[in-house]
Nanobody
Framework: QLQLVESGGGLVQPGGSLRLSCAAS????????IGWFRQAPGKEREGVSC????????KYPDSVKGRFTISRDNAKNRVYLQMNSLKPEDTGVYYC???????????????????WGQGTQVTVSS
């Protein structure tokens, strides 16, 4: 059974850091592009980062550029999202997702991704 599982979310103060992890079971992540998305209450799900299958290409929207870093370890079948200088507007449920190809857009789009995890909550608040 193909499954993605996110972990690493939590409550952090503004300016703090978190590292999210996305683990795959039932399939090999190495052949997929992976995206991280977030969804705040009452808002649409938005892409915050993506990485190609080999890990040498990444994308970020301006809202997180310079603060978030995506990486992958194909040997461990995992993808990570390092989030620094967190802001209250970064609050939301964070999802990882897998796509058969790397996005041609400036940021990952929901409709490009076939497989999704259940999400992990990130709350940035003092």
């Amino acid at each position: 059974q193909l499954q993605l599982v996110e972990s690493g979310g939590g409550l952090v103060q503004p300016g703090g850091s978190l590292r999210l992890s996305c683990a795959a079971s039932g399939f090999t992540l190495a052949v997929y592009a992976i995206g991280w998305f977030r969804q705040a209450p009452g808002k649409e799900r938005e892409g915050v980062s993506c990485i190609n299958s080999s890990g040498d290409r990444t994308k970020y929207p301006d809202s997180v550029k310079g603060r978030f870093t995506i990486s992958r370890d194909n040997a461990k079948n995992r993808v990570y999202l390092q989030m620094n200088s967190l802001k209250p507007e970064d609050t939301g449920v964070y999802y990882c997702a897998a796509a058969p190809w790397y996005s041609d857009y400036d940021a990952p789009r929901v409709d490009e991704y076939d497989y999704w995890g259940q999400g992990t909550q990130v709350t940035v608040s003092s």
